[in-house]
């Protein structure tokens, strides 16, 4: 069983982003504002200075590179009641929601038949929206990654993108175009991407997903995966 470090340790290997900075163990990011969790300090572990100094190390961090100083904190970790004493609050206000679930699962429960990995033309825009920017790819392109769609008719009517760290499957970006939905095709392509993850030597399968995405949720549940630990963002009270 992985810790809750770990865990979060291994997501952050597989969404690199374009700047990485250590602090201690802790992990500044940038990535021009493409998500938040490449764009935020990943707060696990010990910064090797008192949380306050870590914290304005962030902010000086992010200034450097043009984005807002947010912090990646686990919901009832070690560092919550600092974070919150040195003036952070939980950005309610993020774009993707202030919490995450952070959800795992055996692969061989709902492997099934294997993912070729392609770069399909219409993958990156489905997967990724219209602007494909150099951290856009930087960030899905980087590592050993499997770029897994279907395509009817030329069309790629869903994407998935997974990375194997370790014995980890991450999974991240599932789309499924809305008049292509309620087929089972998100079932299909989490199966297909679960047998390129065992066949890579991956056994377990994370997924980070907002707490208000009931659908998806619901969907990794019926897959055999619960919920491992939650997140929250974190920003200076006072900008």
Not at 109 to 135: H, Q, Y
Not at 150 to 165: L, S
Not at 166 to 181: F, G, M
Request: proline letters at 4%; aromatic letters at 6%.
């Amino acid at each position: 069983m992985h810790t809750v470090d770990h865990l979060e340790s291994l997501c952050a290997r597989a969404w690199p982003a374009l700047a990485e900075e250590p602090l201690g163990d802790w992990l500044m990011r940038a990535a021009a504002g493409f998500t938040g969790r490449a764009n935020s300090t990943l707060t696990c572990g010990d910064p090797g200075v008192p949380v306050a100094e870590a914290l304005s190390a962030t902010q000086e961090f992010a200034r450097a590179h043009g984005i807002k100083p947010t912090a990646h904190v686990v919901r009832g970790g070690g560092h919550e009641q600092a974070i919150a004493a040195a003036g952070w609050r939980v950005d309610l206000d993020h774009p993707g929601g202030a919490e995450s679930l952070v959800m795992a699962g055996p692969l061989e429960k709902f492997a099934d038949g294997v993912a070729d990995s392609r770069d399909l033309p219409g993958w990156w825009e489905l997967a990724a929206g219209s602007e494909v920017t150099t951290a856009v790819r930087h960030v899905l392109g980087t590592g050993h990654v499997c770029f897994a769609g279907v395509e009817e008719n030329g069309t790629v009517v869903a994407a998935v993108r997974g990375a194997v760290v370790e014995d980890v499957l991450h999974v991240a970006r599932l789309a499924v175009r809305p008049e292509h939905r309620r087929r089972g095709l998100a079932t299909r392509l989490m199966g297909e991407l679960a047998g390129w993850g065992l066949r890579e030597g991956a056994t377990t399968c994370v997924l980070q997903v907002a707490e208000h995405n009931t659908a998806a949720i619901r969907l990794y549940e019926e897959l055999g995966c619960s919920e491992h630990h939650r997140y929250r963002y974190w920003v200076p009270a006072v900008s």
